[in-house]
């Protein structure tokens, strides 16, 4: 036994000094004779190292590091502890739900934590120690933590009041009805990730979002097959600050949750329909439409930056009920939607009939490539 507290604190020291020469800008030693000398403060052993400084020598590393530079002594430790507030574990690839359940009573000041996973690790006894721990938690990543239950959203409610960002794509165990619950006290979400939530992303769980997180700027359902056009219809009547919205794969909505977008959401700046087969030209004017009624308002609001608002980004790849007009007609209305190669911002992969859409950029190219001068007499 003491053998092997020699061997760690050898281990500790050898460490401490690394750090040092991170601090001092990588020479042979942090801490040689007579110690390192800062203006009015000599330190001689790594426990003398100041709070601040330890805090700069601490912010250069990974986080890997840091979890071990917490484990050098109880003064590292408190220090690091009281001023940590962004953690990424995803680097562990073994025994994160006891990583978490060791770390979380001490970081109690995170406010954002990044938990994704490559194979499913996290269990809810985890995340609720996190809730239990983490009042200041902002942003949270569980993406892909396949064994979490509807327990861990009944944790998430009621210990992260002030929650906006959230992803937990790729959850396929939340129910709709947990989901609805985290709403009634998540109330800050401006960021929500629910790709792949099949079970969890459905109508009333978009109704509820509609009714309680009226903040909520970008929202991804990629791939919720369960979402129609009644929770679309309530996301956009609920949460007129949406910006970012991805529907890729929501097979069964139609152009009614397009108007209902493009009625009620005048920042959608990005807008994924990818795979939606029941969209039609219909949905494509109302966008156009909208547009058109709103330009004169924005003109005024926005003190001309006009060209600054709408449709930046729009996916309607594999969407082969719409015609070529409709898209032109789009086109034309959003500068910003780009088919230029390299700019890509309206992607129509797998729509054949719409290669004979341009945005400006190409025609203007075409016409000035097209374009023969008269020679002079």
């Known amino acids: 036994m003491v053998g092997e507290a020699k061997v760690r604190r050898e281990g500790l020291d050898l460490y401490s000094e690394r750090l040092m020469m991170l601090a001092f800008g990588g020479g042979k030693s942090g801490l040689g004779e007579g110690g390192v000398k800062i203006v009015g403060l000599v330190i001689t052993e790594w426990k003398d190292i100041p709070m601040e400084l330890l805090l700069r020598i601490v912010s250069l590393v990974d986080d890997r590091t840091m ?9 590292w430790r408190d220090a690091i502890c009281s001023g940590l507030t962004h953690l990424c574990l995803s680097w562990c690839k073994n025994n994160m739900n006891n990583l978490v359940l060791s770390l979380a009573p001490k970081f109690t000041k995170l406010q954002t934590l990044v938990l994704r996973q490559d ?11 996190i809730a239990s721990h983490c009042h200041d938690l902002q942003d949270l990543d569980l993406s892909k933590s396949f064994k979490l239950s509807d327990l861990s959203l009944y944790a998430l409610a009621h210990g992260f009041p002030n929650l906006t960002k959230l992803n937990i794509s790729g959850c396929t165990a939340f129910s709709d009805v947990s989901l609805e619950y985290l709403t009634e006290f998540c109330r800050k979400l401006k960021i929500l990730n629910l790709c792949g939530c099949v079970k969890g992303a459905t109508d009333r769980a978009l109704q ?11 929202l991804n359902l990629g791939w919720c ?3 129609g056009d009644v929770g679309v219809r309530s996301l956009a009547y609920g949460c007129p600050d949406l910006r970012t919205l991805d529907l890729c794969g929501c097979v069964c909505i139609t152009d009614d949750s397009v108007i209902a977008l493009a009625n009620s959401c005048p920042h959608l700046g990005s807008l ?19 547009r058109m009624k709103n330009k004169a ?32 007609a789009l086109c034309d ?6 088919t230029c190669s390299g700019r890509h911002s309206l992607v129509m992969s797998g729509c054949l009939n719409l290669t004979s859409v341009h945005c ?12 023969i001068p008269y020679p002079a007499h």
């Open 272 to 290: 994924c329909l990818y795979y939606c087969r029941n969209i039609t030209d219909r949905a494509m004017y109302s966008l156009v439409e909208n």
């Open 297 to 328: 308002a924005m003109w005024k609001s926005m003190e001309g930056r006009y060209g600054e608002e709408g449709l930046k980004s729009l996916n309607i790849s594999q969407c082969t009920a719409i015609t070529p007009p409709a898209v032109q």
């Open 225 to 227: 097959e369960n979402v």
């Open 208 to 218: 509820a979002i509609g009714r309680n997180c009226s903040q909520l700027q970008s």
């Open 360 to 371: 400006a950029c190409v025609v203007q190219a075409h016409r000035t490539a097209s374009y």
């Open 119 to 129: 194979k499913p690790q996290l269990e809810d006894n985890a995340v609720e120690t």
């Open 333 to 338: 209305s959003f500068p910003a939607l780009h």
């Open 67 to 75: 979890i071990m530079a917490s484990g050098v002594c109880s003064g």
